[in-house]
């Protein structure tokens, strides 16, 4: 069998060799003989697993004492809805800067709790799309936190800069960025994502918060979503998902072995790099993102000739690259090229596309 990439944009691949070693202990996992997923979370055996993936990850991400990280439930959507629940007086504004799909579906949500200031940052020239400069951003002075999206996902439009927020609250959905490249934690209030993207399965989602943030949730703030909760009682206020925590741990600790968050962020831009330049000097395919905003792990692309599509997702499925079809709201093709993506896979994509434009060019 000759190698298979999954390009999905999540749930997404995991790196081999975790997946290996989930295999070989998942039935047997530490001579227990029982699986790591059917051991109590409040066993000493599990707290271990569980304190040591907070640790990598502190570790790697260089978290602050005074944050708070969080295992908790609901994914990337449930923030939207937790932050404000959490951070958000009944009476109180919020800024949401919009970039794209997920930080547009973040401020409709959060405007169920509060009075949400959209700002919309992108700016469209010829076509090529791109982040309108900070400084015409119109922040309010009031505003309790601002809300933003470093990576849109289903848009591949990335902001790299760290927003200046003036001493306001800043929070990220780094769903689909976090660990990608390094960050200064210290800039950010609260950080959250869904692990199904960089981190691990589906079903966990990790929140980093500032400790001097939390305690002054709204009175109807769901129990499991609710930060201080979560904080004091170690993330196991409820049943945490704890095969998805096992398999972050896993993940973290594959990252550390390969030269951590920095390490990686330089194989992540030399893999971009591949793929855009692919795109960008075929004639035959393109992308709509201007460098300067264009993201690390999704990347949009068209074909110029679009009645090819179909032949393009049969073709490159057929030589095991997989899920390349782009999100139905923006059409064309998407590949997402994660932390797990090694760069065979990448290099395999690029020959490809390459030999197909070849074949097809008019
Ligand atoms: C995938 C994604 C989400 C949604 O996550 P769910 O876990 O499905 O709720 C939110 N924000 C971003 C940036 C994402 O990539």
């Known amino acids: 069998m000759s190698a298979t990439y999954n390009f999905c944009a999540g749930p997404a691949m995991l790196p081999s060799i975790v997946m290996e070693k989930a295999q070989s202990e998942l039935i047997n996992w530490q001579d227990l003989g029982c699986s790591v997923m059917e051991l109590s979370h409040r ?3 599990y707290m271990a697993v569980a304190e040591k993936a907070e640790a990598d990850l502190r570790m790697l991400m260089d978290i602050p004492e005074n944050y708070h990280v969080l295992f908790m439930h609901g994914g990337g959507r449930g923030q939207f809805s937790a932050v404000p629940l959490n951070l958000l007086p009944t009476d109180a504004k919020a800024d949401y800067i919009v970039t794209g799909s997920w930080s547009s579906a973040a401020a409709k949500e959060a405007a169920n709790y509060g009075n949400i200031n959209v700002i919309d940052a992108v700016q469209d020239i010829d076509n090529i799309k791109s982040i309108k400069s900070p400084t015409d951003w119109a922040l309010s002075a009031d505003a309790q936190y601002v809300h933003y999206c470093p990576n849109e996902t289903v848009d591949g439009i990335e902001i790299f800069e760290i927003p200046e927020t003036n001493g306001v609250p800043l929070i990220a959905d780094m769903s689909s960025t976090i660990l990608s490249r390094e960050i200064d934690v210290s800039k950010f209030g ?3 994502a869904g692990a199904q993207k960089n981190i691990g399965p589906s079903g966990l989602t990790i929140v980093i918060v500032r400790d001097n ?6 009175k109807e703030t769901p129990s499991v979503f609710n930060y201080q909760l979560a904080a004091n009682n170690g993330s196991m206020y409820n049943t945490p998902p704890t095969f998805a925590w096992y ?8 990252l550390k072995d390969i030269g951590g968050v920095e390490g990686i962020s330089r194989v992540n831009i030399e893999k971009a790099n591949m793929l855009y330049q692919c795109i960008d000097q075929s004639g035959f395919y393109k992308n709509n993102i201007d460098k300067s905003n264009r993201s690390l792990m999704n990347i949009p692309f068209w074909l110029n000739d679009e009645s090819l599509n179909s032949s393009f997702l049969a073709e490159a499925e057929q030589s095991g690259l997989l899920a390349l079809k782009g999100h139905r709201s923006v059409g064309g093709m998407r590949a997402s090229i994660y932390n797990a993506m090694p760069i065979e896979g990448v290099a ?3 020959n490809f596309m390459n030999v197909f434009a070849e074949r097809h060019k008019a």
């Open 213 to 218: 943030l939390i305690g002054n949730a709204r």
């Open 190 to 192: 609260l950080i959250y």
């Open 43 to 45: 066993s000493k055996a």
């Open 247 to 254: 398999l972050a741990g896993l993940v973290f600790e594959w």
């Open 348 to 350: 395999a994509l690029v």
